[in-house]
């Protein structure tokens, strides 16, 4: 038996954050990354290259960013997806502690995401504050690496406000998906979808799917197809939007009779279908833009895509001119008098989500997951090539919903131009096709409503009652102590299954001298409210502390 046990749930995490005056940051790169190399979500355990970046009480933010499924067959339908698979899954979750060989034990686990690994997935350190914070210079996201598979995320909590000084804000414009190249040279026309670096076509810009970055117009899921020979334009990368189909080539090339249409890059796939009537659990970066195919040295590589701002708080107070900028980034130019090449597809719109319960000054703040604009052929006088298309825009989404007064873009970039001195009655085919010359801007992205995103951030909404059983108690004849028969009733109510469970409770029972000198049964903890029924609830008191076990208490 035990003489002292304490009625809380320790639930209130502390990490080095944690502080009771508003804290600061002074801005830059606020996030550490580390690879995923294994995940059990049954037993809430994550394996990482890198656990040295955590401790007990950290938030961690598990993503994957890609694992989509794709045609693969050298036609139209070349970078269709079949599947997301996992492709855009995140969940939040507090470090309950860090163990030996690069694992993380977590203190939520249930029905998580199932991620997998042999994709690409990063586990990121977000800064964790239990009260307010104040953000006095512009966060920068690391860029995303394709290499690494790791960056492109701006991610922040507080339990209580997150307050932007005027002029600062959240920077990850042309932080997500990388672009695409421009080719190593051109030929006669060519038609493929896919095909080796060379010369008949520019590469594609990265997507979610786990696949070769290979060259020529067919799109990468949600990157642009790069622009095939003869000097055809990039296609836009996408988000919510589909990206823009690259501009038409060179007119002078063969072979004769050939249909030229079939060489301009295909714009990224729109995820827009994904975001239906049920709530989404993914978040997705923007994709990068194809490259342009190029004879002349021409430097034409696509726009990289946006990358992923998630702010979770209580609520936001923006200042003046605050900017959270998730943009994609436009496509490379062709200069005037310069070069005879394409140019490449602008990066798509990446993502804005914010769980927060209020906006405040939301007149001071704009949000930005615009598509980035196809680059511009600068006309050689007597010919013309193939301008880029634009991204497609990205997503916005806030949990209370997007106040009116915020300023938002979320529109596809535009397409790429012929430049210096275009008109319409330029010979066939520069006047025919427009200025644009075939080049399609990107689709517009979308603000989500409320609810449309599941908030993956796992926080336990627990109810403990302490009951006694007044018909079981006994009295020990020999030494006059009473013995108490203890039951905490945890239920819990949140979206996920909680482990780690610790109930602490007193030896003050609320029964005033009734049982002064009582003896208190090891308790038990269970998640069962039905269990309660025969069981009578009192007052409790505050005094020592005592844990007990762990228990698992399911949703």
């Not at 979770?312 to 436009?330: C, E």
């Not at 644009?436 to 926080?459: F, K, M, T, W």
Request: glycine letters at 20%; hydrophobic letters at 35%; aromatic letters at 8%.
């Amino acid at each position: 038996m035990i003489r002292a046990l304490f009625a809380i749930l320790l639930l209130t995490l502390f990490s080095l954050e944690t502080a009771m005056a508003q804290d600061t940051i002074s801005g830059g790169q606020i996030n550490s990354f580390t690879r995923v190399t294994a995940w059990d979500p049954d037993g809430a355990l994550v394996t990482v290259a890198n656990a040295g970046l955590f401790q007990s009480g950290d938030k961690i933010m598990i993503w994957q960013a890609k694992g989509a499924t794709i045609s693969t067959a050298n036609n139209s339908t070349y970078g269709d997806i079949l599947s997301l698979e996992e492709a855009g899954s995140y969940t939040v979750a507090t470090v309950h502690r860090v163990l030996s060989g690069g694992r993380i034990e977590l203190f939520c686990s249930g029905e998580l995401p199932d991620f997998d690994v042999s994709a690409v997935v990063q586990a990121i350190r977000v800064p964790y504050f239990e009260g307010d914070v104040r953000v006095t210079g512009t966060l920068q996201a690391q860029p995303w690496s394709q290499t690494t598979g790791l960056g492109g995320v701006i991610a922040l909590i507080a339990e209580g406000t997150i307050t932007f000084d005027p002029n600062t804000g959240a920077n990850a414009r042309g932080d997500g998906f990388e672009a695409g190249d421009e080719s190593t040279g051109a030929g006669n026309q060519v038609a493929d979808y896919t095909c080796s670096k060379g010369w008949r076509g520019g590469r594609k810009g990265e997507g979610v799917a786990v696949a070769e970055q290979a060259y020529c117009r067919g799109k990468l899921a949600t990157g642009g197809g790069g622009g095939n020979s003869h000097n055809a334009g990039g296609g836009g990368g996408a988000n919510f939007g589909a990206g823009g189909l690259g501009g038409r080539p060179w007119w002078g090339a063969g072979p004769s009779g050939f249909d030229q249409a079939q060489t301009q890059g295909i714009g990224g796939q729109a995820l827009a279908p994904y975001y239906g009537a049920a709530a989404t659990d993914k978040v997705f970066f923007g994709g990068g833009g194809g490259g342009g195919n190029q004879n002349n040295g021409g430097i034409t590589k696509g726009g990289r895509g946006g990358g992923l701002i998630f702010l979770s708080a209580a609520r936001v107070i923006a200042g003046n001119n605050t900017v959270l900028d998730a943009s994609g980034s436009d496509g490379d130019d062709l200069p005037y008098n310069n070069w005879n090449d394409g140019a490449a597809g602008g990066g798509g719109g990446g993502s804005i989500v914010m769980i927060v319960d209020d906006i405040q000054n939301a007149s001071n703040l704009t949000l930005d997951a615009s598509g980035g604009r196809g680059g511009d052929f600068g006309r050689f006088p007597g010919t013309c090539h193939g301008p880029g298309g634009g991204g497609g825009g990205g997503v916005i989404y806030a949990s209370s919903g997007v106040p009116a007064a915020t300023s938002v873009l979320i529109g596809g970039g535009r397409a790429g131009l012929l430049t210096d001195g275009w008109s319409s009655s330029l010979a066939y085919p520069c006047g025919a096709f427009g200025q644009a010359y075939g080049a399609e801007p990107g689709e517009n992205g979308a603000i989500l409503a409320p609810g449309a995103v599941q908030s993956q951030e796992c926080r336990p909404e627990l109810k403990l009652t302490k009951l006694i059983d007044l018909d079981a108690v006994t009295l020990d004849q020999s030494t006059g102590e009473y013995s108490l028969p203890l039951r905490f009733i945890v239920e819990n109510s949140g979206g996920l299954d909680l482990y780690g469970v610790e109930v602490l409770d007193d030896m003050k029972l609320g029964y005033g001298d009734l049982f002064s000198s009582a003896l208190l049964e090891a308790p038990q903890v269970d998640c069962d409210p039905a269990s309660a029924s025969r069981f009578t609830a009192f007052d409790d008191e505050t005094a020592g502390l005592e844990a007990v076990p762990n228990a698992h208490c399911p949703v």
